[in-house]
Nanobody
Framework: QAHLAESGGGLAQPGGSLRLSCQAS????????MAWYRQAPGKEREFVAN???????NYTDSVKGRFIISREYDKHAVNLQMNSLKPEDTAVYYC?????????????WGQGTQVTVAS
């Protein structure tokens, strides 16, 4: 079994910053792609950013130049530094990871952390 735990959400003013963290735990023998998604009220969950082996990163256009995704390999963790926040960034942010657990690869989601951008 494995588990993803997010932290770091909260309230920020427009133009402010927040840092999200997600740590994988459990009987993990390998980690593939790690990513962040978000879901705003009344909308579908959408891709935000991902990071692959070799630190190859991808971002959705709306966060390019403002958000930075990074990994801490020794901690099985992925972070999302969010700068120049906008009200439209308000959403529940979910961590995602492909994990090698018990000899097979599976996809895991965190429980989500609320990010609210408001003055």
């Amino acid at each position: 079994q494995a588990h993803l735990a997010e932290s770091g959400g909260g309230l920020a003013q427009p133009g402010g910053s927040l840092r999200l963290s997600c740590q994988a735990s459990g009987n993990i023998f390998g980690i593939g792609i790690m990513a962040w998604y978000r879901q705003a009220p009344g909308k579908e969950r959408e891709f935000v950013a991902n990071i692959k082996s070799g630190n190859i990163v991808n971002y959705t256009d709306s966060v390019k130049g403002r958000f930075i995704i990074s990994r801490e390999y020794d901690k099985h963790a992925v972070n999302l530094q969010m700068n120049s926040l906008k009200p439209e960034d308000t959403a529940v942010y979910y961590c995602f990871a492909d994990l090698l657990v018990g000899g097979s690869w599976s996809s895991y989601w965190g429980q989500g952390t609320q990010v609210t951008v408001a003055s």
